[in-house]
């Protein structure tokens, strides 16, 4: 081979491999993807128990692949003596309603060949009372696992309502008297939640989702000290893995455990949202999140920002908005619009409601209007979401106007047009607090979203060429002009 053509071939190359990564084609896989966080008990049953289970899910794969989904969230899968399961007795097992290990290998195998991602829900700072650990650790002071747990001969006079009687002494439980909090002083027990996620990645998980990030100590610089070592650890097994922790607090504690965790719940984000369609004004959303993204950049410059709207711990959309279906699609629309990894709550998508205590905020999912097929679940008699109400995936399937064929086509968009899933948020100000416009860019594509967060009709003219009109609700353009209804959206490809 000539000097000449070697140079050819090395230039072709280099200029390739430029181009894959300019194009953020070496993206973690989980930036531009759409997660769906699953009760498994409520989802899907497969052998007549009312109770759903991993077949179960696993038979229903092909509906997420027809919502768009890319990632499952599980909700904890583990042995647990609860209907909930963040109360863990086992960390290796899976919980007998939902099947046992194999149901499991079954579901990750055909999820994955589908596409699909699984992330599980990693309850770490507590055990259940019940867990071999802690019976161990109560019964007797010489027991090897007495360290594993947080004691005191004396109940402390600080926090005294977080810390419980045993004949051994008094242990500390932040949650709840049967959730004893894990010592994570305790070299022991931080090899201990090393091995048990690394088991599970070595069974094919794709990453976890991380509950009470913010509580495994009673300091965040400890805990982001923590999260750091965790994260370190598990790269090192799946480089790609996926981490998205629960800190429920407002954006400048979130951004401080950026120094450690890839992808955090936006939890203020979400509330902006809500409180900003129930005024029907925005509270400002387009700034809050230009300010909240700047912090998290400068933790941590390659973050994912999860966003959501509800999840299991709160009243569903629907619910908050007094059961307008109008509001819980237009609140949708916003969030799936806006930058960041989405996660959506089984049921949103077709309209559930609920509300606290909560049982009733993680009810059983509707397949039919009747309740009565196959599948159905049933582990609780269901206060919100009844039968023959109308709400179910059967009924809005036929009906082009559901809620749920709205979701799937926001969903279908964000797949199609990577200004949508990736691209950068440029604020549009109409001089109207009901209204909400921005643009989304990246490389040579421009997306325009204007939702109209009024209950009264509104007309406005942009000084934009239309492509072509990507997605409407309850909008008109006439005479150049964009009339927007009563909490609408309208997603147009400008050019």
């Not at 200029?15 to 769906?36: E, I, M, R, V």
């Not at 899910?57 to 909700?75: F, P, Q, R, S, V």
């Not at 195998?109 to 507590?126: F, G, Q, S, W």
Request: net charge negative.
């Amino acid at each position: 081979m000539n000097k000449k053509l070697k140079f050819i071939i090395i230039f072709l190359f280099v200029t390739l491999l430029f181009l894959f990564y300019a194009h953020g084609y070496n993206l973690p896989w989980y930036k531009n993807a759409t997660f769906y966080e699953i009760f498994v008990r409520s989802f899907a049953d497969s052998d007549g128990d009312k109770v759903g289970d991993l077949k179960g899910l696993t038979n229903k794969l092909d509906y997420l692949k027809e919502l768009n989904i890319d990632g499952i969230w599980l909700m904890p899968i583990f042995m647990s003596v609860s209907y909930h399961g963040y109360d863990v007795t086992d960390f290796y097992d899976i919980h007998p309603a939902y099947g046992n290990m194999e149901d499991f290998e079954e579901l990750i195998k055909e999820a994955h060949r589908k596409k699909i991602k699984i992330i599980l829900d990693l309850v770490v700072n507590h055990t259940s009372s019940r867990h071999p650990w802690f019976i161990s650790a109560s019964n007797s002071y010489t027991s090897l696992y007495r360290d594993y747990y947080i004691w005191n001969n004396t109940k402390p006079t600080q926090n005294s309502n977080f810390w419980y009687y045993k004949n051994t002494g008094y242990y500390y439980a932040f949650f709840w008297s049967e959730m004893p909090d894990l010592n994570f002083d305790n070299t022991k027990v931080r090899e201990e939640i090393k091995k048990i996620a690394k088991y599970w990645l070595e069974k094919g998980v794709d990453g976890f989702r991380l509950d009470a990030v913010k509580h495994i100590y009673d300091d965040d610089n400890k805990n982001i000290l923590w999260w750091k070592e965790f994260y370190d650890y598990l790269k090192k097994i799946k480089p790609d893995v996926y981490l998205v922790g629960e800190v429920w607090d407002n954006e400048y504690v979130i951004a401080e455990y950026y120094k450690s965790l890839p992808s955090l719940f936006n939890f203020p984000l979400s509330d902006k949202i809500m409180s900003s369609v129930a005024n029907q004004r925005d509270l400002g959303i387009c700034d809050f999140l230009d300010m909240e993204r700047e912090m998290f950049k400068e933790n941590y410059s390659d973050f994912t920002d999860a966003t959501f709207l509800r999840n299991h711990d709160q009243v569903r959309v629907r619910t908050s908005f007094g059961g307008s279906i109008d509001k819980s699609l237009l609140a949708g629309s916003i969030y799936l619009t806006l930058p960041g990894t989405p996660f959506i709550y089984y049921g949103e998508e077709i309209g559930m409601e609920g509300a606290k205590p909560d049982e009733y905020i993680r009810e059983p999912f509707k397949w039919t209007d009747q309740m009565n097929s196959k599948e159905q679940t049933y582990w609780i008699k269901p206060k919100y979401n009844i039968p023959n109400n109308g709400i179910s995936y059967t009924t809005e399937k036929e009906d082009k106007n559901s809620i749920l064929n709205h979701y799937k086509l926001l969903l279908k968009l964000r797949k199609e047009y990577k200004a949508l899933s990736l691209g950068e948020m440029k604020k549009i100000n109409l001089n109207d607090k009901s209204l909400l416009a921005y643009l989304r860019e990246i490389d040579n594509e421009e997306i325009l979203v204007i939702h109209n967060l009024n209950r009264v009709e509104k007309m406005i003219s942009l000084n934009f060429t239309f492509k072509n009109i990507l997605y409407s609700r309850n909008t008109n353009i006439k005479d150049n002009k964009i009339i927007l209804g009563p909490f609408s959206s309208i997603i147009i490809e400008v050019q």
